[in-house]
């Protein structure tokens, strides 16, 4: 009997933890998109999950067929209808059944592969200390994922769900993230039309490209020849400065704020985009210098000795030689730097109060207020993200490329 107590406890809490897992993340999304509240079965999911483990684990691992796989699956969902008496969501399947019947066939195929996934392999007999922590890796992964991924794509779906509502929807159930697909395309944008015809948020979005491209050019432009000072040359002070491009991120920027407004201010720089031009470059060149000296650093140093040797400048060396192969680097850096000026809200904020320079992050802090609907602030917050999110997706591989580029010498 104890000879098999192992596995058949590992499977045990793989298949209740996937269980209780499934049922919170997929029932809390079935609450949402619904409408509908309900208290979840989690006990009876938990119970569904630990069947569905013991149904795969009850065959030894070399002769599980798909059969046995979809018997497990099938098992899952007798267990989790059967211990809720028919109501495997807590409600009667009358209520909302697209959504309901959806949501147990996800709740059910994620117990089944989480289940199929982590216990593919094992046995219910003895497990060695080597099995069990390959196990708890491949559950922890997956935990993980499923968490991690949930706590990143909530916040964007009630925050989309959110500016798609109407007032009179949000004052009535403020807790429900459904949507009403009969409003037709016009109601449902209305807070984004209204934004760029009411509230400015063309001009806002005008603004903030402009600074952040302006940004991440004129940061290229000091950025570059100083990471190569750095990285190629030789001079009294190159160690200490290679060291110390980073100190300036030891003081925090709530302390620069006070003195800069002030400077600022004297000078008749406050209130302009020309004020933010001359902050945002100062805190993202050292970190433009640190990720691009490290690069250029891997670089063969014999390809810049031979454009010497064939009669090109230093400055021609770098334009026709060190930039061309460094264009993963740059990729990256620009693209960092851009998602830093685009987001950045603190100098922003202190610095801007002509509405008609705001960038993005001040204007949506302006709708902020009792007298804007909540979800002209929420379709602003998108506004806001969306096109920083895209360009990231699109640019990833450089930036992947770049930040990795150089850890090691070429």
């Known amino acids: 009997m104890m000879r098999y107590s192992t596995g058949?406890?590992?499977g045990i809490l793989t298949g209740a933890l996937w269980g209780f897992l499934w049922m919170i993340v997929i029932g809390i999304t079935f609450m949402l998109v619904s409408g509908q509240i309900t208290s979840l079965p989690i006990g009876a999911a938990t119970l569904a999950g630990v069947a569905g483990a013991m149904t795969y684990l009850a065959v030894e691992k070399d002769a599980r067929t798909t059969g046995l796989r979809i018997a497990s699956a099938a098992v899952i969902v007798m267990v989790l209808a059967l211990l809720t008496l028919g109501q495997p969501l807590g409600l009667p399947l009358s209520t909302a059944p697209l959504y309901q019947f959806l949501a147990i066939a996800i709740i059910a195929a994620g117990i089944w592969g989480s289940n199929i996934i982590c216990l593919s392999g094992f046995s219910a007999g003895k497990l060695s200390r080597y099995q069990l922590e390959q196990l708890f890796i491949r559950v922890a992964k997956g935990f993980g994922f499923v968490v991690f991924g949930v706590m990143v794509a909530l916040p964007f779906y009630v925050m989309i769900m959110t500016s798609l509502k109407s007032q009179q929807s949000l004052l009535a159930?403020?807790?429900?993230?459904?949507?009403?697909?009969?409003?037709?395309?016009e109601q449902l944008f209305r807070s984004y039309v209204e934004l760029f015809t009411e509230f400015r948020f063309g001009t806002f979005l005008l603004n903030s490209a402009f600074v952040s491209v302006a940004t991440v050019i004129l940061t290229l432009l000091f950025s570059v020849p100083g990471a190569y000072a750095v990285s190629r040359l030789r001079f009294p002070g190159q160690a200490f400065l290679s060291r110390s491009i980073l100190l300036i991120y030891m003081v925090p920027a709530i302390v620069l704020v006070i003195p800069l407004y002030s400077v600022f201010s004297q000078l008749g720089l406050r209130n302009t985009l020309t004020g933010l031009l001359i902050v945002y470059p100062a805190t993202t060149i050292p970190v433009a210098l640190y990720m691009l000296q490290g690069y250029f650093r891997g670089l063969p140093a014999e390809l810049e000795e031979?454009?010497?040797?064939?009669g090109l400048s230093r400055l021609g060396v770098i334009l026709k030689i060190t930039l061309p192969l460094s264009l993963p680097a740059l990729a990256s850096v620009a693209l960092y730097v851009f998602m830093i000026a685009w987001n950045e809200f603190l100098f922003a904020f202190m610095f801007l109060d002509n509405v008609d320079i705001f960038t993005l992050s001040r204007g949506v802090v302006s709708l902020n207020s009792s007298e804007v609907p909540r979800q002209h602030l929420m379709a602003g917050a998108v506004i806001a993200t969306i096109p920083v999110l895209v360009i990231f997706l699109w640019f990833e591989r450089f930036l992947v490329a770049g930040l990795t580029a150089g850890s090691v010498k070429g």
């Not at 159930?173 to 395309?185: E, K, Y």
């Open 306 to 310: 031979a454009g010497l040797m064939d």
């Open 8 to 10: 058949m406890f590992a």
């Open 173 to 185: 159930n403020p807790l429900d993230f459904s949507i009403d697909l009969s409003l037709g395309v």
